[in-house]
């Protein structure tokens, strides 16, 4: 029964998208691959759809969604609807199943990495790619703030953006299950993001990679400029390199994340060796062969000695800007006058 | 050996380089033939070929510098000038920046170019005190040459310069959709019926100003002026004839009104040697008359056919295409439904005006140097250049011009005399240099041969359709008026002065022209089956034979032999 709702991420694999999200899927993928990934487990979406249905609240919310009903392009009524139904959702204890499950399992986990109270983040995993839709919280600690914190990113799934959406499309309402994330916090000295094709222009010959200092939620919010490198695929050779704009950096708190200055040698020098940009590239590419696509992944960089230098995050397909019909045409028309 | 061109170093031929350096020049006989005189060449055709340069760098078109040109015993060869691939690639990112507004909104660019020009040329006209024609008499030597100089060095370059970033923008468009047209669909583009038939239908400048003197027509009969229309054989005596009864002198003031807006525009397009509508209104009434003959005006009868047989090409253009590539392949088309287009509509904002200008004040320099004893007769001033008139222009009559003309215009009568080689250099190489600069086939042209079909005649390009008819060749814009309705015209080249024949001609067949160039755009237009490019037409067809044009296939039977 308690398999049903959660899964440790050596036993997953890319096949398990539909019950436990994409990047949980990915991240079993990565583990079984021998890629360096946090250690952690999943929540399925059994879990999901558990909590809601034996809590009441999967009823409770279908009842206020049929009491007021609202209107696609009425944004107020949408954001008060959705305030709504997460309080419903934040309000409910799981059962105590439920809570024994994930709590033996975190208790496994912390011990497996020497640390009671072991930091985690915990991230929304969507079966269906909703880049930045749903909530991820990192830095939770401690037994209350797991389950808290899961709470939340369940209820998550019914923030405005997404009710729009499914009121736009005449999708019900009241449920898309994701599965949810737990891992190993990384003591990141530096982290950020890579690329194995430009998501601008779908080259397919570069590596591009962005990073700061600090947690990696400063590059992925695109709030400051990080340091970025272009590296030819082929050779890993580095092409160019730019310092960033960076005055800030995003740290683990007492828990939770919180912002910290930058000292001017800080914000002055490259946030990664050239060396370590070449291993960042060497993952990135190896992702890319796992998955036969593209790969936009998240990365960070430890120091601490149980931890191997780089560990990966996230990895999913590369998203590249759709071309205007004249870039397309023009596209065309280059190719036909260069390549003779 | 380097090879005078009439003084002009500009378009001088080496014939042990240029062929080398090259590969292959084409001969231009679209435009060069019959001869273009010396001092066109030296001013309006040489601003175009300062221009296609000029556009091609400023456009940063990848593979080409633009167009070099040389002119070899009178007549004009074209060549591309070739970029390498280190530029061809170094040209590609702002190529793709400058050429997005042709694509994405055609007419937010030539719509205000256009605008331009014509502000441009009635400013110049309404400058000195100038307003009709003959006002021009009335200059000073010394107003007259700054107005030359003004023309000549100013407002014909600003022409030459909106012309040809535009000439090669649209025709570079044009020719990827050739190029694409061959990936996608295995056929050449210039003798696809399917591919022809997407270019018609839309009315241009040209087509309104025909209309317009249609219109007029129409209006003269319903005053009841055609008895003595019909009656006055003499075109030039037909306004005296009219001004004689208050209906006709009504009519006159609608012509006159005609004239001073769209009569700037001489017979011969590229040439300053013939009048102009608004210099002499008897060329004109002579067009008037033959549109006279239809009471309804040929284009419109013909436009729903066009229309119908463009959306249906359309059709089963895009049915034929991959899903993923429909939208890029219908931008390409409508690029090249533009190029056609432009091809047409630029003649009366450029071509036409510009050379009714110069007509204006290089014919009235002539009359002076001719009364003043400078040159035997006043048409020898078309073969004087800038630097002679200005010579000569202050004070009148000082300067003897006549060895400058005796000489050049020795050279001129055997030129025309001549043969024009078709090319110089390779030819094998025809096809890689029309290749890399798409913008070429408006001037220029290689038969696609298709022994198979055992025709007499291969060409470069058609418009749909067959006919069959006698042939009557016309080798020279004054003897237009020898062609009879049903007829099939063969001539080197047609211009955009030649519209009016199109509405009485069977078919069409010339030795020039490329699937972009005049005769294959308005022949499609008008309906008209036709088959350009044959280079040898002219020579192997004879007045009177009876002969079938295929424009389908662009190829030509001759039957009696």
């Known amino acids: 029964m308690e398999e049903k709702w959660l899964h440790p991420l050596e036993e997953l694999g890319k096949e398990d998208n539909d019950i436990v999200g994409k990047k949980c899927a990915n991240l079993g993928e990565m583990a079984k691959a021998g890629l360096p990934v946090p250690y952690g487990f999943a929540l399925s979406v059994n879990a999901y759809t558990s909590f809601l249905s034996r809590t009441g609240a999967g009823d409770e919310i279908a009842e206020l969604v049929e009491r007021r009903p609202v209107s696609p392009q009425d944004i107020a009524g949408i954001n008060e609807l959705s305030a709504s139904i ?64 899961i709470r939340k990113v369940w209820a998550s799934t019914f923030n405005s953006r997404s009710l729009a959406f499914r009121l736009n499309k005449g999708m019900p309402l009241n449920n898309e299950p994701i599965g949810v994330a737990i891992l190993a916090m990384v003591q990141a000295r530096s982290a950020g993001i890579a690329f194995s094709a430009d998501p601008n ?4 010959t570069k590596i591009i990679v962005e990073a700061n200092w600090g947690l990696g939620e400063s590059v992925v919010s695109g709030e400051l400029m990080p340091d970025r490198w272009i590296l030819e695929k082929e050779s890993f050779k580095i092409l160019d390199k730019t310092l960033g704009k960076k005055e800030k950096a995003v740290v683990s708190g007492v828990s939770g994340i919180t912002e910290e200055e930058l000292s001017k040698e800080k914000a002055s020098a490259f946030s990664l060796s050239d060396e370590e940009v070449k291993g960042i590239g060497k993952f990135v590419v190896d992702l890319e062969t796992l998955f036969g696509v593209p790969q936009d992944i998240e990365w960070a960089v430890s120091t601490e000695p149980s931890s ?23 596209d065309m028309m280059v190719n036909l006058l260069t390549v003779s | 050996m380097i090879h005078d061109a009439y003084d002009l170093s500009f378009y001088e031929f080496d014939d042990e380089k240029d062929p080398k350096e090259y590969g292959v020049l084409l001969c231009d006989v679209v435009h060069g033939r019959p001869p273009l005189k010396p001092t066109y060449i030296g001013i309006g055709w040489q601003w175009y070929y300062y221009g296609f340069r000029w556009g091609a760098e400023t456009l940063s078109l990848p593979s080409t510098h633009g167009w070099d040109s040389r002119f070899v015993n009178g007549y004009p060869y074209i060549t591309a000038i070739r970029t390498t691939q280190e530029e061809a690639s170094a040209r590609a990112p702002m190529f793709r920046e400058k050429i997005k507004p042709f694509l994405e909104d055609f007419d937010s660019v030539w719509d205000p170019l256009k605008t331009e020009l014509i502000q441009m040329y009635k400013t110049a006209r309404a400058s000195r005190g100038l307003k009709e024609w003959k006002d021009i008499e009335r200059l000073s030597n010394n107003d007259l040459l700054s107005f030359f100089l003004d023309f000549a060095y100013i407002i014909n370059r600003k022409e030459g310069e909106t012309h040809m970033i535009m000439l090669m923008a649209v025709y570079y468009m044009s020719g990827m959709l050739q190029q694409v047209w061959r990936n996608l669909f295995g056929v050449e583009a210039a003798i696809d019926p399917n591919f022809t038939s997407l270019m018609g239908g839309e009315e241009n400048a040209n087509v309104r100003v025909t209309k317009t003197l249609w219109q007029l027509g129409r209006q003269a009969i319903d005053l009841g002026l055609q008895p003595i229309i019909d009656a006055t054989e003499n075109d030039d005596a037909v306004l005296s004839a009219l001004a004689k009864t208050a209906d006709g002198r009504k009519w006159l003031d609608l012509f006159h009104e005609f004239l001073l807006e769209d009569g700037w525009r001489c017979e011969r397009m590229h040439a300053y040697d013939t009048a102009a509508w608004i210099e002499k209104p008897g060329i004109a009434i002579n067009k008037m008359k033959m549109l006279m003959k239809s009471d309804v005006f040929p284009f419109d009868t013909e436009r729903e056919r066009v229309n119908k047989e463009r959306e249906a090409a359309e059709k089963a253009v895009m049915a034929k295409c991959p899903e993923s590539q429909k939208e890029v392949l219908a931008m390409l088309i409508k690029g090249g439904q533009n190029a056609s287009h432009w091809s047409e509509d630029h003649t009366y904002y450029c071509d036409f005006y510009i050379g009714a200008m110069g007509r204006w004040i290089i014919n009235e320099f002539g009359m002076r140097f001719a009364a003043a004893g400078c040159i035997d007769e006043s048409d020898d001033v078309f073969f004087l250049h800038p630097n002679e008139i200005r010579k ?5 009559g000082k300067i003897n011009l006549r060895p400058y003309v005796e000489r050049r215009k020795k050279q001129f009568e055997e030129y025309s005399e001549m043969e024009p080689a078709p090319f110089y250099g390779d030819i094998e190489q025809a096809q890689a240099i029309l290749q890399s600069d798409p913008t070429l086939s408006v001037s220029t042209q290689v038969p696609i041969i298709r022994k198979e079909l055992k025709a007499d005649l291969y060409g470069a390009a058609g418009a749909p359709g067959m006919a069959e008819g006698i042939a009557r060749v016309i080798m020279n814009a004054k003897d237009l008026s020898l062609i009879q309705p049903g007829e099939i015209l063969v001539a080197p080249g047609t211009s955009a002065a030649w519209t009016v024949v199109f509405s009485i001609i069977k078919g069409l067949v010339t030795d020039g022209g490329g699937a972009l160039s005049h005769p294959v755009i308005m022949a499609r237009q008008f309906g008209v089956p036709a ?28 039957l009696d032999k």
């Open chain 2, 392 to 396: 000569a222009a202050i004070p009148m």
């Open chain 1, 308 to 330: 191997p230098p780089i560990v990966l995050l996230q990895a999913r397909p590369v998203v590249i800007a759709k071309k205007s019909t004249a870039d397309q045409v023009i």
């Open chain 1, 201 to 204: 222009t779908g080259d397919l």
């Open chain 2, 531 to 558: 088959v350009s490019g044959t280079v040898e037409a002219t020579q192997k067809i004879k007045t009177g034979q009876r002969i079938v044009v295929d424009g389908n296939q662009g190829v030509v039977y001759i």
């Open chain 1, 86 to 149: 997460r309080a419903i959702v934040e309000s409910k204890e799981m059962t105590d199943t439920m809570r024994s499950v994930i709590l033996s399992r975190y208790d496994a986990l912390c011990a497996r990495c020497n640390s009671p109270d072991l930091p985690v983040s915990v991230r929304s995993a969507g079966t269906v790619s909703h880049p930045g839709q749903y909530e991820t919280y990192l830095n939770v600690k401690g037994k209350a703030d797991l389950l808290d914190k």
